[in-house]
């Protein structure tokens, strides 16, 4: 037997793949572990970014899923199509899969603790998907946005902007293809990440009720700060809630500069317990 679709020995961890033969998903499965064992009847689903940015924010999601369960909520983390153990390589991801595996990945949560309600926790691009995906025929109960990408267009120019401070120059391949910090963006993909704006797919709320995390520098902001400015651009509305946490931006950060986002990690949990 595949040990990724084992139990980890007394720990509640259970790595696995899930999907079609050849475009599997590698998730992790998280039961809850709660004061005396109770769990709440409230699976959270969290989707993590993509690129370089996953690769920073990976320890810091994995300490989120561990709070969670702590708090009581069942948790599965996964890998998008073409991101970390996922199968598919970086240039054949387009962002359409990418919706669609969050509702794969919510099936399997479903699936494994079968709870009444579904969370998503969304951090930067993976954000940016759990939105479309709430906006579509996915069931979201709770979304929690944190530092979402709010124009693709945007966030494509910052990549190349990162790369070309890295490497002198962006890496172009023969396909058209486009390398940013280590990660193959197709032309497709570029084209699909350009059109991406949260307005444009927010049509219908994505979610019952929504919590935007914006993270601001500790000595400019505090986490009870009123609601920022950035509000509007999301779509303010009533079951939209916005608030600033301190704290560095832990998806640029590099590794030996690295502090766990607490503050960020303390209010989803505890924005989340409101409704669980």
């Known amino acids: 037997m595949d040990a990724a679709s084992v139990e980890t020995a007394g720990s509640g961890v259970q790595p696995f793949y899930f ?10 499965f998280e ?18 970014p993509v690129g370089q940015e996953y ?19 069942p948790v599965l983390r996964f890998d998008f199509f073409g991101c970390g153990d996922s199968a598919g390589e970086s240039d054949e991801a387009r962002l359409a899969r990418w919706v669609a595996d969050v509702s794969a990945a919510a099936g399997q949560l479903r699936a494994r603790c079968a709870p009444a ?28 946005l944190w530092e979402p990408v709010v124009s693709g267009a945007e966030h494509v120019r910052e ?13 172009h391949g023969a396909g058209g293809e486009v390398e940013s910090l280590g990660f193959v963006y197709s032309r497709e993909l570029l084209a699909d990440l350009s059109g991406l704006a949260l307005d444009a797919a927010a049509g219908d709320a994505p979610a019952r009720r929504v919590l935007i995390l914006e993270q601001e520098p500790a000595q400019s902001g505090t ?9 509007t651009r999301h779509g303010t509305a009533e079951r939209v809630e916005c608030r600033r946490v301190t704290g560095t931006r832990f998806w640029l950060d590099e590794p030996f500069q690295a502090v766990m ?6 209010e ?7 409704w669980a």
């Open 19 to 28: 999907g079609p033969p050849g475009s599997e998903l590698f998730g992790v």
């Open 31 to 48: 039961s809850a572990a709660g004061e005396a064992g109770r769990a709440r009847d409230c699976g959270v689903l969290i989707c993590q």
């Open 55 to 73: 690769v920073r924010c990976h320890r810091a999601l994995r300490l989120l899923a561990r709070r969670l369960v702590e708090a009581g909520f």
């Open 117 to 144: 309600r579904l969370a998503v926790v969304g951090v930067r691009l993976g954000a940016s998907v759990a939105w479309r995906a709430g906006a579509g025929p996915l069931e979201v109960d709770r979304l929690v």
């Open 159 to 171: 990549l190349d902007a990162q790369h070309a401070a890295l490497a002198a120059g962006p890496a």
């Open 223 to 231: 986490e009870d700060a009123p609601e920022p400015a950035g509000a």
């Open 261 to 266: 986002p607490e503050a960020g990690i303390r």
């Open 268 to 274: 989803a949990i505890a924005w989340l317990s409101r």
